[in-house]
């Protein structure tokens, strides 16, 4: 039996044939790409991810091979430990003596601790904040309970720009125990990894080798305009524009340049943003020698309430135990920053970032990629951009302040869904580090 095909069905499979062809060239080319960049990975990896300096190592993020772990971005912790898990052995070293907690039969509001001294942080010595108190337990009785709150990666490095790995756990549970002994607690490991975390605050540090600089991304930042949104109680644009940082109750979302902080706290430990930063001083010495020029901006979420922690963990989907060694996972870090990182994404305005060569380009632009906007709308968002070039979104917002907020509200709404060049450059680069978890590394 004899197949008979029409014109226009050979035709229909000529065109697919040719395209079955076009589509195995294009797997065979991929196939030769990827070995070629295996190759390369290869003999990158073999030279090493760092370049040698005068004093130290100088972070290449952007090279960093697959063979380096993610990081936990856990800085601070705060953990809290019932009488039945600690012994105080050294009651003499709180301030004030440790035995009106320990034999104050049942007495509220009393508490006791130890920091770190001055001097102890000058020589490189790193030690947790510790609190004693009295807490009321079951039948109406009050037990002693200890807060231990610190920075990891200053108890494992002295310093937190270098970044601890998942791996690195059973490590800093091991150190923290040594440390506490020292200061005249008695724990373990163990009890250290299932103990309740009260507060965490997630970290990333932002290596800037490309010639930008964290203020750039500070101001952009503070475009997002967030004190009617997240609920923010207080935005603080601090130290001629280095840091800002929005608070309130619960967390506290901050960004900051973070050698220019260290500047700060060799000035006076109050006009920085950290806590002992006489332990870093050394290493603000090397960097201020650096002849590599590269910048760092510090990104935090501080999550200070373990209410506000459950809170957020259930919005985020995110099943997990509140304990030490459950929360010392990527994962959990990167979803926590990323959905703060986001929510300030979406506040701002693509109209911000938008770089056109004429107004003609600009209304051109507007028009072909937005036909859901009317012309009304179109125009109004060209001259809302006009408007930014020589004023903020606050100072704009003061200007329109006897109109409705209603209509500020529908113009920021409209701005919002206008869909400009996808070339835009914005926060992709805080979210591109946060996203692949690359230890950052400076020796």
């Keep these: 039996m004899s197949l008979v095909l029409s014109f226009d069905e050979r035709k229909r499979l000529a065109t697919l044939f040719v395209l079955l062809v076009k589509v195995h060239k294009r797997v065979d080319a991929n196939k030769k790409r990827s070995k070629k960049s295996k190759k390369a990975q290869t003999k990158h990896q073999e030279k090493g991810p760092y370049i040698r300096g005068p004093l130290f190592f100088l972070p290449t993020p952007v090279l960093l091979g697959k063979?380096?772990?993610h990081n936990t971005m856990i800085d601070t912790i705060i953990l809290l430990l019932t009488h039945n898990h600690f012994?105080?052995?050294?009651?003499?070293?709180?301030?004030?003596?440790?035995?009106f907690i320990l034999k104050g039969n049942g007495i509220p509001g009393l508490y006791a601790k130890q920091n770190p001294t001055k001097k102890e942080l000058k020589e490189g010595i790193?030690?947790?904040?510790l609190t004693l108190y009295s807490s009321l337990a079951k039948h109406n009785a009050f037990e002693p309970c200890l807060k231990i709150e610190l920075s990891l990666p200053k108890l494992i490095f002295c310093n937190n720009f270098q970044e601890l790995r998942y791996k690195d756990f059973d490590s800093v549970a091991k150190k923290l125990a040594d440390v506490l002994d020292q200061m005249g607690v008695q724990t373990n490991e163990e009890i250290l990894a299932q103990a309740p975390v009260s507060g965490i605050h997630y970290a990333k540090n932002i290596p800037l080798t490309d010639g930008t600089t964290p203020y750039h991304y500070i101001n952009k930042i503070k475009e997002a305009q967030l004190n009617r949104s997240l609920d923010v109680n207080e935005t603080n644009y601090k130290n001629d524009g280095y840091s800002y940082k929005w608070h309130c109750n619960a967390y506290e979302v901050v960004f900051y340049d973070k050698i220019k902080d260290l500047e700060q706290a060799s000035k006076s430990e109050k006009r920085?943003?950290?806590?002992d930063n006489a332990l870093q001083a050394p290493l603000f010495k090397k960097l201020k020698k650096r002849k590599k020029k590269f910048e760092v901006l510090r990104m935090e979420v501080r999550l200070n309430k373990r209410q506000k922690i459950k809170q957020l963990f259930a919005k985020l989907k995110i099943k997990s135990d509140?304990?030490?060694k459950k929360l010392f996972k990527p994962a959990i870090a990167r979803k926590v920053l990323l959905y703060y990182l986001d929510e300030l994404t979406r506040k701002r305005l693509a109209l911000f970032d938008y770089q056109a060569n004429s107004d003609y380009e600009m209304l051109s632009h507007l028009t072909l990629n937005n036909l859901h906007l009317s012309p009304k709308q179109i125009i109004q968002q060209f001259g809302l951009k006009k408007a930014l070039e020589s004023m903020n979104l606050g100072q704009l917002r003061n200007l329109?302040?006897?109109?409705s907020s209603r209509s500020w509200q529908r113009l920021l709404v409209d701005a919002r869904q206008a869909v400009l060049s996808k070339n835009l450059e914005g926060l992709e680069k805080i979210r591109e580090c946060v996203v692949k978890m690359k230890v950052v590394k400076l020796f």
Aim: charged share 25%; no cysteine.
């Design 322 to 324: 509140l304990t030490f």
């Design 126 to 129: 790193y030690k947790p904040r």
């Design 400 to 403: 329109f302040a006897h109109y």
């Design 272 to 275: 920085a943003l950290e806590k």
């Design 67 to 69: 063979n380096i772990s």
């Design 87 to 99: 012994t105080i052995t050294k009651p003499e070293l709180f301030r004030p003596h440790a035995g």
